[in-house]
């Protein structure tokens, strides 16, 4: 297995990030590796693909510049989303997702910081979220405009330490963060409202004191407008960002169905699921 690609210019921004092509990246993993967690990658394609075209600065293409900003993936199961956003990057090649899960593969089922470009290791649900509240506290202290985004899961929203971090950021006027809730309404389990309803979440977010929209989360548009609004208002208010998802989007058989947390690719169900994204050449 090649070790990971030195980071490179990319290709012209508004040719990468195709959500499509992105969730191909995804299927090619978790067949790949006999993974899991597909449902839950797709949910975030289209939020993390706006956040790294339009919002999230890296100096020189570097995951680890100093002066980046931060993407804090609370969700850690639903790191395939991200690898295939760091493949558009350059930052991971073809070996990478062909070796996925292989003996000696570097990149984990779960957000792991030893890889550039995962700023937390993550999959313990709850504690990402207070992670990005330190670092985005940490950045103010430092000066600078530097920002963090931090996404959850709506059933990760069950754990206390997310509320705990909510407190201290609105307490401390952290003006730097933005919390995004991936609401596909399923955690591991079944339905969120099944396990622990969670209710309004705009409302709760605005009652802990975070300026809050909503917004359909596979509206590319949407989400860019959303997160340029929500800079420019609240100053002095973390930021919260409720994105309405399916889980699955992108595959029809795999869509709210709850399966696809836990299943399993075999060859039949890659190459019907490659074949729905609608690709030039997609047949395999």
Request: with cysteine.
């Amino acid at each position: 297995m090649d070790t990971l690609a030195t980071p490179t210019a990319g290709s012209a921004v508004d040719q990468r990030f195709q959500a499509a092509r992105m969730r191909r990246t995804v299927l090619e993993m978790a067949f790949a590796g006999s993974t899991v967690h597909i449902g839950c990658a797709f949910s975030i394609i289209e939020l993390v693909a706006v956040l790294y075209r339009n919002h999230l600065r890296y100096p020189g293409n570097d995951p680890r510049a100093e002066g980046r900003d931060y993407l804090v993936l609370s969700k850690g199961h639903g790191v395939m989303a991200q690898y295939a956003c760091m493949r558009e990057l350059e930052w991971l090649d073809d070996s990478h997702i062909k070796g996925y899960f292989a003996d000696g593969s570097q990149l984990k089922g779960l957000s792991d910081s030893r890889v550039p470009g995962l700023e937390v290791t993550s999959g313990s649900l709850g504690h990402g979220f207070s992670v990005g509240v330190g670092i985005a506290m940490g950045l103010r202290r430092k000066g600078g405009d530097q920002k963090v985004y931090a996404i959850v899961g709506d059933g990760e929203l069950n754990e206390g330490p997310i509320w705990e971090g909510a407190l201290v950021a609105a307490h401390h006027r952290m003006d730097n963060l933005m919390l995004i809730v991936d609401k596909n309404g399923f955690q591991a389990m079944g339905t969120t409202d099944d396990v622990l309803a969670l209710g309004d979440l705009s409302a709760k977010f605005s009652s802990f004191g975070f300026e809050t929209l909503e917004i359909d989360g596979h509206d590319e548009a949407a989400i860019d407008e959303a997160i340029n609004t929500l800079w420019r208002t609240g100053a002095g208010k973390p930021k919260a960002l409720i994105a309405r998802t399916v889980k699955g989007k992108g595959v029809p058989f795999m869509e709210a169905d709850n399966r696809w947390h836990y299943t399993r690719l075999n060859p039949q169900t890659f190459a019907e699921a490659v074949n729905a994204l609608g690709l030039p050449g997609a047949t395999t």
